[in-house]
Each structure stands twice: as C-alpha cells, then as structure tokens.
C-alpha cells in the first residue's frame, strides 16, 4: 500500500472523478488498448472507491471481527481500489512523451546517482516488470532516501509503507493485451519511449524533499 497518497481518517464523502485521457493513441499502443485500459479498468478503480466509500457510511461495526465482516471486506477493497485509481492516474499521466531526457534533470542526476547509470535503472524497472504480476513502481524509499523499483503483485499488494511513487509501469495483461497478446516483454518497449520525462522529473521534485 503506498500510503503517502491514501486518505486516513473516517470521512467517505469524498467522490472522485475519472480524469481524462490526455491523448487518443500513442506510438506502439493503440486507440482500442488505451481506450479499454483508461474507460474500463481505470473507470472500474474509480467507480468501485466510490461506492466502497457509500457502503462504509452505514457498515455495521458492533460485530466486526478478523476472520470476516463487511466493515473488514469493504476496507480491503479500499485498499485495492485506491491503489488502483492512483497508480492508473499516475500511469496515464506519464506517458504522451517521447521518452527523451535531459542529462541535467534532477531525476536523471538521481536515478545514476542510486543505480550507478540510467541503463543499469532501465534494466532494473523492466526486470521488476517481467517479474511482477501487477506493477513495477520507482519509488523514493523513505528508509534512505534512495530511489527503489518496487515489485507490486496487486495495487495494495508488495508497496512499501511510506513510499513515494514517481513512475507506474502497469503490466497487469490488460494493459497490453490488445496490442501484444501474450508478449509482455515487448510492450515494455513502447512504453518507456512514451514517457514524458518532464512530467516525471517534476513529480520528483515536488517530493523529493520529504524524507531529506
């Protein structure tokens, strides 16, 4: 669960909204792929916390208990539907790029600072990403401060607590289905030539601060 970016507390009137697609089709994913991807698992993630959110204002807590209650299952499914509407925005609003950089980005200083070269980073993420059945997700470690490629099953499954997410690379099938059937590996490729590296190198340094 990547808490820094999931309400606390006891207010479920929040209702969130589907953000809008930035673009229609990018080079290597096609208009079907990221329509199916955005308008149904994304919209499913958003729809689904929304009405988590209803069902928890009148769940019966008198009877809760560890083995199984609403109260209890409603806050699992929390979990995974936050996780999934944040990590999906996330994912969706670093692609539309096209994967260039800027040596003098603070990103790109930090990523060679933690991985020793932005291939040896490269490596990691897509590694992280054949071998996740959900996510690989760069995020700053709040134990060192030091950038990490976390593996990510499920949206609230693998996180680490207090991490900070700065790039999603989503590798669930349906984000890849349509286009390349069974072939995860070559999808890998498309999206990092879709990155937008200024989106991404912005993003870290709004937060890279908060564990300095």
């Known amino acids: 669960m990547l808490v820094q970016f999931l309400e606390v507390g006891m207010n479920y009137d929040a209702q969130y909204e589907v953000k ?13 792929q990221l329509s199916f991807h955005h308008d149904i698992h994304y919209k499913g993630y958003v729809t689904r916390r929304n009405f988590v959110h209803e069902k ?8 809760v208990n560890a083995n199984y209650s609403e109260f209890r299952e409603l806050k699992k499914e929390e979990t995974f539907n936050a996780a999934g509407q944040l990590l999906h925005e996330l994912y969706f609003d670093i692609l539309g790029g096209d994967g260039k950089f800027s040596e003098d980005m603070e ?3 930090k990523i060679k600072d933690d991985f020793g070269s932005f291939d040896a980073f490269k490596e990691d993420l897509t590694t992280t990403a054949k071998a996740s059945r959900g996510w690989a997700v760069l995020c700053i470690d709040p134990t060192d401060n030091k950038l990490r490629n976390f593996l990510l099953d499920g949206h609230d499954n693998g996180g680490v607590l207090g991490a900070i997410p700065i790039l999603a690379l989503d590798v669930y099938e349906h984000a890849y289905y349509v286009d390349y059937g069974a072939d995860k590996a ?7 030539n879709n990155l937008d590296w200024n989106i991404i190198n912005q993003r870290f340094s709004k937060f890279k601060s908060v564990y300095a």
């Open 20 to 32: 809008a697609l930035k673009y229609k089709e990018l080079k290597g994913l096609s208009a079907k």
């Open 107 to 109: 990103i790109i200083k």
């Open 186 to 192: 070559s999808y890998l490729t498309p999206f990092l």
């Open 56 to 63: 928890l204002k009148t769940a019966d807590k008198a009877g």
